[in-house]
């Protein structure tokens, strides 16, 4: 249990852990969207790519860099950071999907493996330009 609790004390492993719920909320937006409504793949991937990245964006502001002062910027700009950020990491994670897309073709288990390796593939991105950027502020600049 310390060795978890230690874990949780980096940034980087908090955002891992925000990364998990965004999944569950990405692969379930998809899978409603794909299963229930029939949209096509692309449409249900913007769709729960919305969405998870607005939960992940909470949880990063509640969770992963609480710590840190946003030196007064408000939730709905530092929202749309994110998902500027979340946008721009969405070009390796998209790429990655298309890719895994054509590669295997219409086997059903395709999109949801496109989904894994696309959401990886947008993860580093995502977390660099997120602290640099989006969760910083003066004060924690001068600490790093």
Same mark, same amino acid.
């Given at each position: 249990?310390?060795?978890?609790?230690?874990?949780?004390?980096?940034?980087?492993?908090?955002?891992?852990?925000?990364?998990?719920?965004g999944?569950?909320?990405?692969?379930?937006?998809?899978?409603?969207?794909?299963?229930? !409504?029939? !949209?096509?793949?692309?449409?249900?991937?913007?769709?729960? !790519?919305?969405?998870?990245?607005?939960?992940?964006?909470?949880?990063?502001?509640?969770?992963?860099?609480?710590?840190?002062?946003?030196?007064?910027?408000?939730?709905?700009?530092?929202?749309?950071?994110?998902?500027?950020?979340?946008?721009?990491?969405a070009?390796?994670?998209?790429?990655?999907?298309?890719?895994?897309?054509?590669? !295997?073709?219409?086997?059903?288990?395709?999109?949801?493996?496109?989904?894994?390796?696309?959401?990886?593939?947008?993860?580093?991105?995502?977390?660099?330009?997120?602290?640099?950027?989006?969760?910083?502020s003066?004060?924690?600049?001068?600490?790093?």
């Open positions: 249990m310390k060795v978890l609790l230690n874990l949780l004390q980096r940034p980087f492993i908090r955002f891992c852990v925000v990364g998990g719920v999944f569950i909320a990405d692969a379930l937006v998809f899978a409603l969207c794909v299963e229930l !409504f029939g !949209f096509p793949l692309l449409w249900a991937r913007a769709i729960s !790519f919305v969405i998870a990245a607005s939960v992940t964006w909470f949880g990063n502001r509640c969770f992963t860099f609480m710590d840190v002062v946003n030196g007064g910027v408000s939730s709905l700009v530092q929202w749309g950071k994110f998902m500027l950020v979340a946008c721009f990491a070009i390796p994670n998209f790429a990655m999907f298309q890719s895994v897309l054509w590669l !295997f073709d219409d086997q059903e288990w395709v999109p949801y493996l496109a989904l894994l390796l696309g959401i990886v593939a947008g993860m580093l991105v995502n977390y660099c330009l997120s602290r640099r950027w989006v969760f910083s003066q004060s924690a600049a001068h600490h790093h």
